[in-house]
Every structure is written in structure tokens, then in C-alpha cells.
């Protein structure tokens, strides 16, 4: 059956079973993409400059989806140019530094909220007084109806003010990151549900990796390495000082102008 759907909760890609470090395959890595989307029209910092994402946008470097799925980056690219010749995305915009697109049939699978509609009003005889219920029926319609909750403004900050402020309470800046880039990736969201206040949340993140015992990297804990799962050994990536990244998480050192592999 090719009609309908199959309802995915977002909170699905805050689950262990799918953030777990591995190599995606193309169909993980388009449902990946799918979750990037951003719902709504926001604003994120990519690479030290601030991008205008519209809704069913996303904004991501070649460097990222290359880190996060496991790929070359050269693999990245044709993926996305596959994915623009089946009509999958649209008004693909790159440069050295990242790439904008927009998911095709966005609205379709995921159409915008409607506001609520207007209870309407009963009609009174021409003749006679509406019975007694009809009136109580009414005040406990009328009583039941809440004001429209007001969504406070969101705070979306840039990597250089998460890092000082995990400096001041005290998380490793390898955590911080990880969280950083998590977020960024699911629109600021946390099993479903919007970051309002992200220093809170960054402040929860500490208990949680002091919780752990204060692991030393995302494969170890306490401080030692564990085995790897694969071929590779992972590391963590390092940043310059305009968050360019000048090595990957497989030990490789890069240009951080091209992104290209330094030999």
C-alpha cells in the first residue's frame, strides 16, 4: 500500500536505538534529513554566520552530515545531488561552507497548525425561550473555553556562548558540542518538546555526564576508551576558533578553508 501514512513520533530520534554513533546507510541518512527540517521559519548560526532558515528548510555543512553519518564528504555531496535530480529537494544553494535546500511536498506531509475553530453560536427560536439546559449547556461551553497559550520567545544560541558557558559551570567542551550539534539538528528540540531556556538545559546535560562518571570522550568512561565498533577508532573532532573543524573524528587532519584531508 503506497497511501497514507505511518505516524513517526519526533521524540523517536532522541532515542538511544537512533542517536547511537554508526554509518548510516541512504535511507537513514534521508530520514535524517527529513528530522532536520525546520518546522517553522528560525534562525541558526552555521559555521560562525547567521542563516535564514524558511520552513522545511535546513542548513547544514557538508562537514556535519559527513561527521554525523559517517561518510566522505565527496559521498555527502552526490547524495545531495541525487537527491535534487529525483525532485527530493529543491533550490539547493551551497558553497564551501554550507549547504541550504528546501524538502520537497514539506506542507504535504506535514501540514502547517489551523487555528481552532469558533464554537458556533445556537440560534434562538423565533418564538419562546430556550429551554433551561440549552442555557446551561452554553455557560459550560462558554467556561470551558481557555485562552490561546502564549509560546514565549525561544532562546537559540551560538556555539562561542554554549562553550563560555560551559566553561563557567564547568562541562566538558566535547559534551557541550555533542549537545550543540544535537540540537541544531532537531531544531532545538528534546524528545519532541521545544528548548525555551537552553542554559537550563545545558545545566542538566552536567548532571547527566557527571551522573555518567564524567566520561572523558563519547567512547570512554571515566577516562578510558572503549573497544571500537568498527574499523575506525572514533575521536573527538577539533574546532579553530571560528568553529571550522581541523580534524575529524577518524584522526584525519583538514584544511579548514575546503574541508579537504591534509595528507
Same mark, same amino acid.
Given at each position: ?11 523517536? #530520534? ?53 561527521? +554525523? ?9 552526490? #547524495?545531495?545531488?541525487?537527491?535534487? /535530480? ?57 467556561? /470551558? ?8 520567545? +525561544? ?7 554554549? +562553550? ?15 549537545? #550543540? ?20 538545559? #545545558? ?45 575529524? /573524528? ?14
Amino acid at each position: 500500500m503506497n497511501e497514507g501514512f505511518i505516524r513517526l513520533c519526533r521524540s523517536y #530520534f532522541s532515542h538511544p536505538f537512533w542517536v547511537e554513533r554508526r554509518k548510516y546507510d541512504r535511507a537513514a541518512a534521508w530520514l535524517d534529513l527529513v528530522a532536520m527540517c525546520a518546522f517553522e521559519p528560525r534562525r541558526a548560526m552555521i559555521n560562525g554566520e547567521m542563516i535564514e532558515i524558511p520552513r522545511g528548510g535546513i542548513a547544514a555543512s557538508e562537514r556535519f552530515l559527513s561527521d +554525523r553519518w559517517m561518510w566522505s564528504r565527496t559521498k555527502v555531496r552526490a #547524495f545531495l545531488d541525487v537527491l535534487e /535530480s529525483e525532485n527530493m529537494i529543491k533550490d539547493h544553494q551551497k558553497n564551501h561552507r554550507y549547504s541550504v535546500f528546501l524538502l520537497c511536498n514539506f506542507d504535504k506531509f506535514n501540514p502547517p497548525k489551523e487555528p481552532p475553530e469558533k464554537p458556533q453560536k445556537d440560534h434562538r427560536k423565533t418564538t419562546g425561550e430556550p429551554p433551561g439546559n440549552q442555557i446551561e449547556e452554553g455557560k459550560e461551553r462558554k467556561d /470551558s473555553l481557555s485562552p490561546p497559550e502564549l509560546c514565549p520567545a +525561544r532562546e537559540i544560541p551560538a556555539w562561542e556562548h554554549v +562553550r563560555e558557558f560551559s566553561r563557567t559551570i564547568g562541562l566538558a567542551e566535547w559534551k557541550a558540542r555533542d549537545a #550543540f550539534d544535537r540540537l541544531e539538528s532537531t531544531g532545538w528540540r528534546d524528545k519532541g518538546e521545544a528548548i525555551q531556556k537552553w542554559k537550563p538545559y #545545558f545545566t542538566r546535560v552536567k548532571t547527566w555526564w557527571e551522573a555518567d562518571g564524567r566520561p572523558a570522550g563519547p567512547n570512554g568512561s571515566n577516562g578510558k576508551p572503549a573497544k571500537p565498533k568498527c574499523k575506525y577508532t572514533y575521536v573527538i573532532p577539533v574546532y579553530d576558533d571560528q568553529s571550522r573543524m581541523i580534524r575529524d /573524528s577518524q584522526g584525519r587532519n583538514l584544511n579548514p578553508e575546503t574541508g579537504e584531508i591534509i595528507p
